[in-house]
């Protein structure tokens, strides 16, 4: 068996350096399919983005009282919605509503952290919501920040409304999933669909990033 890898070691090595390569080639061309993918979904949505004070429990449950404070305030106004364009007007026309709505909630907890919010471009990492996994990459979001800010995030998706239908968080209905549907392309939607087999494959990725970086 020596023998042998000593005879055919550059044979070997060749072969070797053929599947590296290879692999790096691959790994490229689907981290190039994957940013655009998601260039093009970051084109079609709305996010919504709420970070609190800090990671203490008290924080991070006032963060979730404010989400559902802005929830109820916008769930009837984002009824009608029908485009993204729509949404986000509607949007940044109720940013002081929504701050002060923040604010009540903060004030009535006992806390006196000051509220930003605006809509601008937030840098997401891979993120789950429901059963729906979204690219890493930048996205317009309605961002909300409560005092520091320096607290862990919680997100889901405006537009298409996935947030706001009914009084349940974290569980994707049928009626969003279909708003989401509408929305995306197929290809996106399948995308987005099968968090397990993305997160698996984001991490395949990562690792080639890793060898060949």
Known sequence: MKVFFRKYQNVLETVFLLILLAGGFIWKYAEYKMQLTQQEISEKILRFHVRANSDSSEDQTLKLKVRDAIGVHMQDELAGVTNLDECTALVENRLSEIIQTAEQVIAQEGYDYPVTAEVKTVEFP????????????????????????????????????????????????????????????????????????????????????????
């Open 126 to 213: 891979v993120k789950t919501y429901g059963s729906y996994t979204f690219p890493a990459g930048d996205y317009q979001a309605l961002n909300v920040v409560i005092g520091e800010g320096k607290g862990q995030n919680w997100w889901c998706v405006m537009y298409p409304n996935m947030c706001f239908h009914g009084a349940v968080y974290e569980v994707v209905d049928e009626e969003a999933e279909q708003s989401l549907r509408q929305v995306l392309s197929e290809d996106e939607y399948d995308a987005v669909l099968k968090s397990r087999r993305y997160q698996v494959r984001f991490k395949y990725l990562d690792f080639l990033n890793r060898l060949f970086g």
